[in-house]
């Protein structure tokens, strides 16, 4: 049976191409001060006018900047392993949830359980589920094909609507591994050509990204958004 409030929800956040480019603002409430993160206001002006399809942020910044994020961005909600915060998603008006996943695979079974559990009580209030899934190597994001391919099968398996992972060499064979679409995690931008990634991960059939640090550590986050949203729609090189 079709699930009319995912349906609606996610078309808000995947375009007609089947592409997204999400900005991913979600890494304070880890790291607490986030070099670029200093001016939240600032940064989600600069990407929604840029052109990002959704942002990606934590309960508070939505609670705090909502009159800058409501009517001009849909919003996916950082939340942890605990399916009560499906319901408070919903309730703040969220447009789709995500968990995160860094570490070993194959998954060990509670950390399973919950992925099921999350994607469960997605199904029951219509609000699609991100699955961020980075399999780890030696304490590292790992960048074996094979083992991301794994990640982001068991991901779908276990109820995503969308996988989001690590960017690797042959990255068609990610694709081919998930049922439902794969998009990308940004990273450092020191750390590589966050625009050649993209291209390639457009080519080989992949969703988008979810893009932090390579976005909002920029030296001009409207323009880089801008640039990225050429690639990920297929206005750009």
Do not use: C, W
């Amino acid at each position: 049976m079709t699930n009319i409030g995912k349906e609606t929800r996610i078309s808000r956040i995947i375009k007609n191409d089947g592409h997204t480019l999400i900005s991913a603002l979600d890494h304070g409430g880890e790291d607490a001060l986030v070099k670029g993160l200093e001016d939240m206001g600032k940064v989600l002006n600069s990407v929604i006018s840029g052109g990002v399809d959704a942002v990606l942020i934590n309960e508070g910044i939505l609670l705090k900047y909502h009159q800058i994020i409501v009517t001009r961005v849909p919003v996916v909600l950082n939340i942890p392993f605990d399916q009560d915060f499906v319901k408070f998603a919903v309730s703040l008006g969220a447009d789709a949830i995500k968990t995160t996943y860094f570490g070993e695979v194959p998954l060990r079974i509670e950390i399973a359980d919950k992925m099921r559990k999350i994607a469960k009580a997605s199904e029951e209030y219509g609000i699609p589920y991100i699955n961020e899934f980075i399999p780890l190597e030696n304490g590292v994001p790992s960048n074996n094909t094979e083992l991301v391919s794994r990640g982001a099968r068991a991901a779908a398996e276990y109820g995503a609507d969308i996988v989001k992972t690590s960017f690797v060499k042959n990255f068609n064979e990610v694709v081919k591994s998930s049922p439902v679409p794969v998009i990308i995690a940004g990273g450092d931008p020191s750390g590589g050509d966050i625009f050649s990634a993209m291209r390639e991960v457009i080519r080989s059939g992949g969703a988008g990204g979810a893009i932090g640090r390579s976005i909002f550590q920029s030296s001009n986050i409207e323009r880089t958004v801008k640039e990225l949203v050429k690639i990920v729609h297929g206005g750009g090189p």
